[in-house]
């Protein structure tokens, strides 16, 4: 279950000091991999940084890294124990992201840790990951509607909500591409909050960072993964006086061209879980906006003219699947609809009935072959193989999808 305040947060920390500086992330997309890239670039510069993300992908202990390696399971599983110990001795009752925000920031504490690179959960204002007090840096990714039963229903509600992440003295980077209107309600939350707040724009590369403009020169890349990247630089160059004065962004941009983000646009081989030799597109675009990227890439580096892209999809319920699907879905394409199992730590997370998905992919006028395979996964997998028969294969819709995919993949190899 959800539950969204920092009561319980704080009386799960009241006695735990948090002694690392913080940069927070909140957004709808992008969070994730401005995290990711921050901590590299940190760990990069020899800073001692952990990082906080959600959800895991394989084990519920891969969302957190203490210089870009996941954290023991071990120290994880010890440090949990103890977290869960002293909620029922307290009786707090504190939900799964809690005890999860709560075991991450003692490992840090635990690991000595100098900078935590910490994403929000869901939305800000009442995340409990807003329970930080030592921030850096504040970035706002980009903001499109995700969460609405929890964050509101309007572009400028949601924004309204991820900027309860700002702090006074702290400065704020701003995505520049996100809807205008988001942009206005963030900016004013700034202003009232009298900060600095840097709107940052992928096409206009801040001319201080040379090293940006010529990583993008180097890398084919779409526009959401340079906003990212221009977040993250923006970032580090606001955060580095107050941890490294002699340390150049520009010397650290470079190392980014090795960052890869798992989940996320990922070529993975499907061996030995199924018969193909050509790379499979894994990506976990789980809401409209995301998935307008997906499409985006997937039209052009994967479609070829008189060829189709084989999918197989799942979506958590209560998505808006059509939204989600229809837009990048084309007709004489062929469809596999699955499920993903149980998620470990979110018990309240469910898949969408495989026979609603493939009801509604059949809506897509002149879609090829659409073919529902409940739980099995695997069987999904296979069957889509063979349906493309070396063409493009894309496999989407969830992260938690992916999480299935690459476990299996694991577990096959092992």
């Given at each position: 279950?959800?539950?969204?305040?920092?009561?319980?947060?704080?009386?799960?920390?009241?006695?735990?000091?948090?002694?690392?500086?913080?940069?927070?992330?909140?957004?709808?997309?992008?969070?994730?991999?401005?995290?990711?890239?921050?901590?590299?670039?940190?760990?990069?510069?020899?800073?001692?940084?952990?990082?906080?993300?959600?959800?895991?992908?394989?084990?519920?202990?891969?969302?957190?890294?203490?210089?870009?390696?996941?954290?023991?399971?071990?120290?994880?599983?010890?440090?949990?124990?103890?977290?869960?110990?002293?909620?029922?001795?307290?009786?707090?009752?504190?939900?799964?992201?809690?005890?999860?925000?709560?075991?991450?920031?003692?490992?840090?504490?635990?690991?000595?840790?100098?900078?935590?690179?910490?994403?929000?959960?869901?939305?800000?204002?009442?995340?409990?990951?807003?329970?930080?007090?030592?921030?850096?840096?504040?970035?706002?990714?980009?903001?499109?509607?995700?969460?609405?039963?929890?964050?509101?229903?309007?572009?400028?509600?949601?924004?309204?909500?991820?900027?309860?992440?700002?702090?006074?003295?702290?400065?704020?980077?701003?995505?520049?591409?996100?809807?205008?209107?988001?942009?206005?309600?963030?900016?004013?939350?700034?202003?009232?909050?009298?900060?600095?707040?840097?709107?940052?724009?992928?096409?206009?590369?801040?001319?201080?960072?040379?090293?940006?403009?010529?990583?993008f020169e180097q890398l084919d890349l779409q526009t959401h993964q340079k906003a990212n990247i221009s977040c993250a630089a923006a970032a580090l160059q606001a955060?580095?006086?107050?941890?490294?004065?002699?340390?150049?962004?520009?010397?650290?941009?470079?190392?980014?061209?090795?960052?890869?983000?798992?989940?996320?646009?990922?070529?993975?081989?499907?061996?030995?879980?199924?018969?193909?030799?050509?790379?499979?597109?894994?990506?976990?675009?789980?809401?409209?906006?995301?998935?307008?990227?997906?499409?985006?890439?997937?039209?052009?580096?994967?479609?070829?003219?008189?060829?189709?892209?084989?999918?197989?999809?799942?979506?958590?319920?209560?998505?808006?699947?059509?939204?989600?699907?229809?837009?990048?879905?084309?007709?004489?394409?062929?469809?596999?609809?699955?499920?993903?199992?149980?998620?470990?730590?979110?018990?309240?997370?469910?898949?969408?009935?495989?026979?609603?998905?493939?009801?509604c992919v059949l809506d897509i006028q002149g879609i090829g072959e659409v073919q529902s395979f409940g739980k099995d996964t695997r069987g999904a997998i296979e069957?889509?193989?063979?349906?493309?028969?070396?063409?493009?294969?894309?496999?989407?819709?969830?992260?938690?999808?992916?999480?299935?995919?690459?476990?299996?993949?694991?577990?096959?190899?092992?």
């Amino acid at each position: 279950m959800i539950e969204l305040g920092l009561s319980r947060i704080s009386s799960l920390l009241q006695q735990t000091p948090l002694p690392w500086k913080a940069i927070h992330i909140a957004g709808t997309n992008g969070k994730g991999s401005i995290s990711a890239y921050l901590s590299h670039l940190l760990a990069s510069g020899g800073i001692r940084c952990g990082r906080f993300t959600s959800p895991h992908l394989i084990d519920r202990w891969d969302c957190i890294t203490i210089d870009e390696r996941v954290v023991q399971e071990s120290l994880f599983k010890q440090i949990e124990a103890r977290v869960k110990l002293r909620d029922q001795t307290l009786g707090i009752g504190a939900s799964e992201f809690e005890l999860l925000t709560a075991t991450a920031f003692e490992i840090f504490n635990h690991e000595q840790v100098e900078v935590g690179v910490v994403e929000v959960g869901m939305g800000g204002r009442l995340d409990a990951t807003n329970i930080l007090n030592n921030v850096l840096v504040s970035v706002i990714s980009k903001i499109g509607l995700d969460h609405q039963a929890f964050l509101g229903n309007t572009i400028e509600q949601i924004a309204r909500e991820k900027a309860g992440i700002l702090k006074t003295g702290v400065t704020c980077v701003i995505d520049g591409t996100n809807y205008p209107s988001a942009i206005e309600v963030v900016q004013d939350h700034a202003r009232e909050l009298d900060l600095k707040a840097h709107l940052v724009y992928p096409d206009t590369p801040d001319r201080q960072l040379p090293s940006l403009v010529s990583l993008f020169e180097q890398l084919d890349l779409q526009t959401h993964q340079k906003a990212n990247i221009s977040c993250a630089a923006a970032a580090l160059q606001a955060a580095l006086p107050q941890l490294r004065p002699n340390l150049d962004t520009n010397n650290l941009i470079p190392h980014l061209s090795s960052v890869e983000w798992p989940g996320r646009l990922q070529r993975i081989a499907l061996a030995p879980l199924a018969t193909r030799n050509e790379p499979v597109l894994l990506d976990g675009a789980h809401n409209a906006q995301s998935a307008e990227v997906l499409g985006e890439y997937v039209d052009r580096k994967l479609r070829t003219p008189g060829k189709k892209v084989t999918w197989v999809i799942a979506a958590s319920h209560g998505k808006d699947i059509r939204s989600l699907f229809h837009p990048i879905i084309k007709p004489s394409d062929d469809v596999a609809t699955t499920s993903f199992g149980p998620v470990d730590g979110m018990p309240w997370v469910k898949a969408a009935n495989p026979e609603e998905l493939s009801s509604c992919v059949l809506d897509i006028q002149g879609i090829g072959e659409v073919q529902s395979f409940g739980k099995d996964t695997r069987g999904a997998i296979e069957w889509a193989c063979s349906k493309a028969n070396g063409s493009p294969l894309v496999i989407a819709g969830s992260l938690y999808l992916v999480s299935d995919v690459l476990r299996l993949l694991r577990e096959t190899r092992s």
